[in-house]
């Protein structure tokens, strides 16, 4: 959330070299936790790849959790209301942004109101009963 501090700081005040740095900061977030199977994105990264929830090949806890996806959103449509038509690294935000939303959309449940609901759960962890992350 603080990428649309920073890119409302760089409308109100027209400092324009902070854009870079929020482009930069969602991109790199997306490359590294985006699980290539599900577009999905897994909840933590490790660039060491030692931390003991790392696992060997991502460097991620191989956990996605809705809430955080769902902040990163929010942090992509804020930052994308503030981020010049022509900036260079716009378009690359909206695919990202995009495509998550199409990774989440593919969760949906519907309920028996017609309505629906978002699980990434299941996607994870098997259709089994629910149970505390590993």
């Not at 760089?10 to 997306?30: E, G, K, R, S």
């Not at 931390?51 to 806890?61: H, L, Q």
């Amino acid at each position: 959330m603080s990428l649309s501090v920073l890119t409302r700081y760089a409308m109100v005040f027209n400092d324009p070299t902070v854009y870079p740095i929020a482009v930069t900061n969602l991109t790199v977030t997306a490359t590294h936790l985006k699980n290539p199977a599900t577009g999905l994105f897994w909840h933590a990264y490790d660039e060491s790849g030692v931390a003991t929830w790392s696992k060997t090949a991502s460097k991620t806890n191989e956990i996605s959790w809705g809430r955080a996806m769902g902040w990163y959103v929010v942090a992509c449509v804020m930052t994308l209301e503030m981020l010049p038509a022509n900036d260079p690294g716009r378009a690359q935000v909206e695919t990202i942004l995009k495509d998550l939303i199409t990774a989440l959309a593919s969760t949906r449940i519907r309920l028996p109101d017609g309505g629906f609901r978002l699980s990434t759960w299941n996607r994870i962890h098997g259709t089994g009963p629910r149970r505390p992350a590993p």
